[in-house]
């Protein structure tokens, strides 16, 4: 997968950005899988790449989006797809005063998209950080902390669209959100943020979490929210179940449940 920028760059976002890193940008833009490949890549799958690299004095996050098809080429180059999307939902987020990563640049390149954003050295998702050695009171203060950082996220008016652990990153001090790309708000609706929810819950039934730490979150949540935890477990069965189901198909049962 490679691509050129030369004559099909279109600046979606951060033009100012872009203009003040000059030089150092020149080589991203030039081949940005290339250069992502000299070891700044973290993932990779058939039509993306995930890296992490110093630019011109700022650590950034750079999330390279390859077309799947002509048609939808076209459609990214017309309407910006995931990458402005999540650029956007960034920008939202952040001039709120939520804990995202500050968005940098969104441009349009040849059959691909490029996103920039604040990148965080010696990161840690919450799921990594579960499955590692950790005592149990470390566990009681992540989770704690996710139900402040979703109640605030949701008593903001927004929804993230994808509330799985990996998307909840310990980094530059304290929790942030990451992966925004189905981000909504404000004024998000109350089915997408009990969505949220579910998909948090979903991956604590399938790491194993205990009940009684369960039940710490639900409350921290809901004392966040201001709203009877009751009420607000029997909105997220719904989307629960669903999600269970899916992933019963694809995984087979893992964990017990906790609701």
């Not at 459609?75 to 797809?81: E, M, Q, T, V, Y």
């Not at 990594?128 to 050695?133: A, N, R, T, V, Y």
């Not at 909105?235 to 899916?246: N, V």
Request: net charge positive; with cysteine.
């Amino acid at each position: 997968m490679t691509t050129s920028a030369e004559g099909a760059l279109k600046i979606w976002r951060g033009e100012d950005w872009l203009r003040e890193r000059g030089a150092a940008l020149a080589p991203v833009l030039a081949d940005p899988v290339s250069w992502l490949e000299q070891g700044r890549q973290i993932k990779v799958d058939s039509h993306s790449r995930v890296g992490l690299a110093e630019i011109g004095g700022d650590f950034c996050y750079i999330k390279y989006y390859g077309d799947k098809s002509v048609l939808q080429g076209l459609g990214n180059r017309l309407r910006g797809g995931r990458a402005l999307a999540a650029w956007d939902a960034g920008q939202r987020l952040f001039q709120a005063g939520l804990p995202v990563a500050r968005p940098l640049l969104c441009l349009h390149l040849q059959h691909a998209q490029l996103l920039v954003t604040q990148g965080f050295k010696d990161a840690r998702d919450l799921k990594s950080l579960w499955l590692g050695e950790a005592e149990s009171t470390q566990r009681a203060d992540w989770l704690r902390q996710c139900a402040e950082l979703l109640g605030a996220l949701h008593n903001h008016g927004f929804s993230h669209g994808d509330g799985k652990w990996s998307n909840l990153l310990f980094a530059g001090g304290g929790l942030r959100l990451v992966d925004l790309e189905a981000a909504r708000g404000p004024g998000a609706s109350a089915s997408s943020q009990a969505r949220d929810l579910a998909r948090f819950v979903l991956n604590a039934e399938e790491l194993g979490v205990a009940r009684v730490d369960y039940d710490d979150f639900m409350s921290a949540y809901a004392g966040r929210r201001g709203i009877h935890r009751r009420l607000l477990e029997d909105g997220l069965m719904p989307a629960l179940e669903k999600l269970r189901t899916r992933h019963r198909q694809r995984y087979g049962d893992r964990g017990d449940r906790l609701l």
